[in-house]
């Protein structure tokens, strides 16, 4: 039985019909990607499923012409797995010529959940920052930035906030209760900062007029549409409408949305080698049978079982060999204790050289926040 599902920037809850919220949301599948596309795991495994006008996007890589990606970290809990779809998405895009904006959200996160700006410019830098870093992220063509102090540079800082104010304008009451459902005035200051994020990379003082992409988990885009609406109405600039790219969520070890309040749900990437062989056993959610005898002739079901699953996302890189997994797994050949010690083993090694890479990235920080 389906738990009823809630979906909102702020919270998800139950189980999620994407190709409802695909519909609901008018967004369109994301199919025929050039090549250089196709060549990354995310793009061509299709956990990068949907897209709002990402033909802007395209044209400007084919092209070599200027273009910016822009996001935003919720700076609570660990970073973990769940985080990286997002991570490897920026680095993607950097390595084709991207122009990177990363916000922390650190206003969202004293509105919408109490958490002092102190505490948050702390988790933002320890957990989050340093794992961007170690992954691969680059200073180069790359701006991170607080919501709380957008720059030392007085006609940044001005343009980004002067924006806020005017994006206020076009935002009714209504349209935020049509979007966003319960809203509180917290939660309406939090959006239009997010639009003014979204929309400020155009501005003289930073970018100019160029396209920008948005990649985002689905429960983000009530934020996407808000701002869209408002760029339509806004004639003070001349905006490109933004583009945006939705990426499935990675599930949770028992199944669900990844979540940073449940230690039980996530591999965070400081976990030690033991810490992730037992939250593997003891709490990834297996598609295997009841018993020995029924798996061997019946088989599992590698399209529930939360180890095929990551090793899908990640840490399995080679097709031909997931589709051997998949097939064994299906057909009973392989246990599921089979396929769990493989993924422990395949996280572990990656944790080993991830870790190493965070200690050097503590140094590169400062490099990252001008």
């Not at 760029?231 to 583009?243: C, E, G, T």
């Amino acid at each position: 039985m389906k738990r009823d599902s809630n979906i909102t920037p702020w919270e998800v809850e139950g189980e999620i019909d994407y190709q409802k919220l695909l519909d609901e949301f008018g967004l369109s599948p994301l199919n025929q990607l050039p090549e250089i596309f196709e060549k990354n795991l995310l793009f061509r495994r299709k956990i990068i499923f949907a897209h709002r006008d990402i033909q802007r996007i395209l044209e400007a890589v084919h092209q070599k012409k200027k273009f910016a990606v822009m996001t935003g970290l919720m700076p609570t809990g660990k970073f973990h797995l769940g985080h990286m779809i997002l991570v490897q998405q920026l680095i993607f895009y950097q390595k084709l010529g991207a122009k990177i904006y990363i916000a922390v959200a650190d206003i969202e996160a004293y509105n919408a959940r109490g958490q002092s700006l102190e505490e948050s410019r702390k988790i933002a830098i320890e957990q989050y920052l340093t794992n961007y870093i170690a992954l691969g992220l680059k200073p180069e063509n790359c701006e991170i930035y607080f919501q709380s102090d957008r720059s030392k540079k007085a006609e940044k800082s001005n343009a980004y906030y002067r924006l806020q104010n005017l994006l206020s304008k076009y935002a009714t009451f209504n349209k935020f209760k049509a979007v966003y459902g319960d809203i509180s005035p917290g939660k309406m200051v939090s959006a239009l900062l997010q639009a003014s994020d979204m929309l400020h990379i155009q501005l003289p003082e930073f970018e100019g007029t160029c396209p920008v992409l948005i990649p985002v988990g689905i429960d983000q885009d009530p934020h996407i549409r808000l701002t869209r609406d408002i760029s339509k109405k806004i004639k003070d600039f001349n905006f490109v409408q933004l583009s945006s790219a939705y990426n499935f969520f990675m599930p949770g070890l028992e199944g669900g949305k990844m979540s940073s309040s449940d230690a039980n749900s996530f591999i965070a990437l400081t976990d030690s080698p033991k810490e992730v062989e037992i939250k593997i056993k003891k709490y990834a959610f297996s598609g295997g049978k009841d018993t020995l005898e029924e798996h061997r002739k019946k088989g599992g079901n590698p399209d529930i079982d939360i180890s095929f699953q990551y090793l899908k996302f990640f840490f399995e890189p080679d097709d031909r060999k997931l589709k051997k997994i998949y097939d064994d797994y299906k057909s009973g050949k392989m246990l599921t204790s089979e396929l769990k010690q493989m993924l422990i083993e395949k996280i572990n090694s990656f944790l080993k050289t991830h870790q190493k890479n965070r200690e050097k990235a503590k140094k590169e920080i400062k490099k990252f926040l001008k």
